[in-house]
């Protein structure tokens, strides 16, 4: 009995050893066959080409260390090339290297069958084009990679661009089609250009090629979205208080999720052209991005490339974007509205003045609206709709408060005025100083009144203080 136990570990320690080798197999540690050997003496040597009839020629050469570690090492060079052998070297021709690849493409029908290789979802796409597809321009001819259960002897990106670097598209069950190939250009262009391919398709590697079913492209897009959380768990949990991850919640499964924005294998920096950024957005919001591309922003922008001026997300967040249509979100519009025109360093350069916000808070607006905010977050009481900057400026079609857009703003803004002052005229918007501090040249009397309180009142507190110590010394010397 003690043995037979001995023979059966050591059988399966054997197994394991031959099955699952410690070391991976190096390129010295593999034997041709005596065949490979004596064609690569010549074949082994840079330089040789084969010339066809329309002056193209291909390279003859084959890197002996390349076919060691191929998936073919095994086989002989007779197996692929039937023609040849050590002692039979035919000389054929060929009109072009096109007509070369498609011979040479039919042997491997020898071995790997039609019926298996349309089952390969990344071959159903390139079948249904209805193309000449050479086997060869994906897969290579001599130094051919496992698609599984092989090592990985090159770089993960250039494993994975031997396929996807060429013309190809996965199949859905709806009938769509997503193209596979890949632009290596683009993909060192990203952000991402230091990670690899299997560390956003996750369970994919030169080991495994796992195949995965969706019923459309919008699901796989979906189900491919949820890869971003692995390293952006902080910026996900903060789309998942956003109106279109709500969206997405009740059904929409047209709201858009990670790569509807940031892309897929191009991705860029989120801050590096605020056009681009903008641009991102009008995918889905074209409307609002034309009246938007109107306006004194959008036109500073487009037409100028002025990055100072505010663009989507700076007002709607990128991640965490609320629902603009809430009473909660308009309180919050004097706070964003201040982050550019209450910093001089940005509205500075343009000649403009960052009393608005201050003027704002101080008016009966701007103190009513803070009284309601404190009470709201107090009492948990609803807001309430108090006029806020979008209500006098408009929100994306803000124009500008001078020259020929002044008339349209100030008719804007009568109707606005109406709302909550149903008798207000024409005029009723002049009483407004226009966030800026008066002066001599703008609302004068009003500057006059302001300056006789500047005056009149220190005077008076200084005659009631000297009134109080007469007062008190009279007192003193009638005692």
């Not at 790997?112 to 897969?139: S, W, Y």
């Not at 591309?293 to 709607?316: F, W």
């Not at 009492?379 to 806020?388: C, E, M, Q, S």
């Not at 300056?451 to 009638?478: C, D, E, S, T």
């Amino acid at each position: 009995m003690k043995g037979r136990k001995q023979i059966i570990f050591l059988s399966l320690a054997l197994f394991c050893i031959l099955a699952f080798p410690l070391f991976p197999v190096r390129a010295q540690d593999i034997t041709l066959s005596e065949e490979a050997q004596a064609c690569l003496k010549c074949h082994a040597k840079r330089g040789i080409v084969k010339k066809f009839d329309n002056g193209e020629s291909v390279a003859a050469y084959v890197d002996p260390e390349n076919f060691k570690v191929s998936a073919h090492n095994s086989l002989s060079c007779s197996h692929c090339h039937v023609d040849f052998s050590v002692d039979k070297h035919p000389e054929r021709r060929f009109r072009s290297k096109e007509q070369y690849k498609i011979k040479s493409s039919l042997v491997c029908s020898r071995c790997h069958k039609d019926a298996q290789v349309r089952a390969n979802p990344v071959h159903a796409g390139l079948f249904k084009e209805g193309k000449i597809h050479i086997c060869a321009n994906c897969h290579g001819s001599h130094s051919i990679m496992r698609v599984a259960g092989g090592r990985k002897f090159t770089n993960e990106e250039q494993y994975c661009l031997s396929c996807h670097g060429h013309a190809a598209s996965l199949t859905f069950k709806n009938g769509e089609t997503l193209p596979l190939a890949i632009d290596k250009s683009v993909l060192e262009g990203s952000v991402h250009n230091k990670l690899s391919c299997s560390d956003c398709h996750y369970g994919f590697s030169s080991e495994g090629h796992p195949q995965r079913n969706f019923r459309s492209r919008r699901e796989y897009t979906l189900a491919s979205s949820e890869t971003c959380r692995r390293c952006h768990f902080d910026k996900y949990t903060k789309t998942m208080e956003s109106i279109h991850y709500t969206m997405l919640s009740q059904g929409n499964l047209k709201a858009p999720v990670c790569t509807d924005c940031h892309g897929n294998h191009g991705i860029q920096a989120g801050r590096v052209e605020k056009a681009l950024s903008g641009k991102r957005c009008r995918k889905c919001h074209e409307n609002i991005f034309t009246i938007y591309a109107s306006s004194v922003h959008g036109k500073a922008l487009m037409d100028e490339n002025n990055q100072d001026v505010p663009i989507c997300v700076d007002c709607h967040m990128a991640h965490d974007i609320r629902n603009p249509l809430t009473l909660e979100y308009h309180e919050r519009i004097p706070e964003l509205c201040s982050n550019c025109h209450a910093n001089k360093a940005i509205v500075g350069k343009y000649g403009l003045s960052t009393d608005v916000v201050k003027t704002y808070l101080s008016d009966f607006h701007g103190v009513t609206l803070g009284f309601y905010k404190k009470q709201r977050e107090a009492l948990y009481k609803p807001a309430r709709p108090i006029a806020v900057c979008t209500d006098c400026h408009g929100t994306h079609n803000i124009v500008s408060s001078k020259g020929t857009d002044a008339v349209l703003l100030k008719a804007n803004l009568v109707k606005r005025c109406r709302q909550c002052h149903p008798n207000a005229t024409k005029n009723f918007p002049d009483t407004w100083l226009s966030h800026y501090e008066p002066s001599i040249k703008t609302a004068p009397l009003v500057f006059i009144v302001n300056l006789m309180y500047k005056i009149f009142i220190p005077v008076l507190v200084i005659g009631l203080f000297l009134q109080i110590l007469l007062h008190i010394w009279r007192y003193a010397v009638n005692r």
